[in-house]
């Protein structure tokens, strides 16, 4: 809601970062974030766990471990409701990660860099807008209109997110499945 958002891991990683939370055995969120700053000024943005396993079965036949090789995200907030709450958050940076299959060692990066605008809505949707990369974690446990996978996008997507559970990817550009490039 990344952006386990590249640009969450929005997953974001916030919100869409780790959208199978509800059922996965690695249910805490992956991004830190960014402490609230003044309104257009941008701040880090960092992955909280830097190391992670996603558990086989749940995304792939085997268990994959990702890592940060690189996390220079930067974020900044566009506007506000009357509460404080952000409505509109713009990401950019460089986020790459190293996807490994633990069974065989296979490795392979995915860089998830770039730019997105993210819009949370007052009735707790989320749209995002991502420009360029992005990393998205599909457990078999979401509702979602794309098969479970650890995904790495580029060229651009769009990200519409229900709830944690519940979420749509429109692809504009390539979508990697690392469960299928680590498989061999």
């Known amino acids: 809601m990344h952006r386990t958002i590249g640009l969450l891991a929005v997953v974001l990683t916030v919100g869409v970062s780790d959208a199978n939370a509800a059922e996965s055995s690695n249910a805490d969120p992956p991004l830190c974030g ?13 992955v909280c766990r830097t190391v992670r396993t996603f558990a086989a079965g749940d995304y ?85 209109n794309v098969p479970p996978g650890l995904y790495v996008l580029s060229g651009g997507s769009i990200f519409e997110v229900a709830d944690r559970t519940h979420f749509r990817i429109t692809p504009l550009g390539k979508m990697e499945n690392m469960c299928e490039t680590l498989a061999n």
């Open 34 to 46: 960014a402490a609230p700053g003044p309104i257009g000024q941008w701040r880090d943005y960092r």
């Open 60 to 144: 792939c036949s085997f268990a994959v471990k990702s890592e940060v090789v690189v996390d220079e995200e930067r974020i900044r907030t566009l506007a506000v409701d009357a509460s404080g709450k952000p409505l509109v958050e713009q990401f950019t940076g460089p986020l790459v990660f190293r996807f490994t299959n633990t069974a065989t060692g296979k490795s392979a990066l995915g860089d998830v860099s770039g730019d997105a605008d993210a819009f949370h809505h007052p009735d707790g949707r989320d749209t995002w807008i991502l420009h360029d990369g992005f990393f998205l974690n599909v457990s078999k446990y979401v509702t979602t």
